[in-house]
């Protein structure tokens, strides 16, 4: 009787994700998804985290790629939270910026 629960609970989660996913899916196609949009001014960025099918969902999933951009020595950082359809999730002015000057190549001057 328990492996009979435990095999519905498993099957009853199972689409629930499917079902999530879908509507996620549907929610990107017509720009209806939340994303999360964090800009940069160093690097001059614009990165997108997401989708989402909540604001709240985005709000709590923020803290954590404001803390990576910050551990990564990112300034300058505002975010905002809407629905957007983003064709590139990491959009930089100027790649260069990104790279480390110091760090010469190995092969070539």
């Known amino acids: 009787m328990k492996a009979i629960v435990?095999?519905?609970s498993l099957a009853l989660g199972l689409v629930y994700?499917?079902?999530?996913?879908?509507?996620?899916?549907i929610s990107r196609?017509?720009?209806?998804?939340?994303?999360?949009k964090i800009d940069t001014e160093q690097p001059?960025?614009?990165y997108?985290?997401?989708?989402?099918?909540?604001?709240?969902?985005?709000?709590?999933a923020k803290i954590g790629y404001l803390e990576d951009l910050k551990q990564?020595?990112?300034l300058g950082i505002t975010v905002s939270i809407d629905h957007f359809k983003p064709q590139e999730l990491t959009i930089c002015?100027?790649?260069?910026?990104?790279l480390d000057s110091s760090v010469v190549p190995m092969f070539g001057s």
């Open 6 to 8: 435990l095999n519905f």
């Open 17 to 25: 994700w499917i079902m999530k996913e879908i509507l996620l899916n």
């Open 29 to 36: 196609a017509l720009g209806l998804a939340y994303w999360v």
């Open 44 to 46: 001059c960025c614009t």
């Open 48 to 60: 997108y985290f997401g989708p989402f099918l909540k604001a709240q969902e985005a709000e709590t």
């Open 72 to 74: 990564e020595g990112a």
């Open 93 to 98: 002015d100027d790649l260069a910026e990104m």
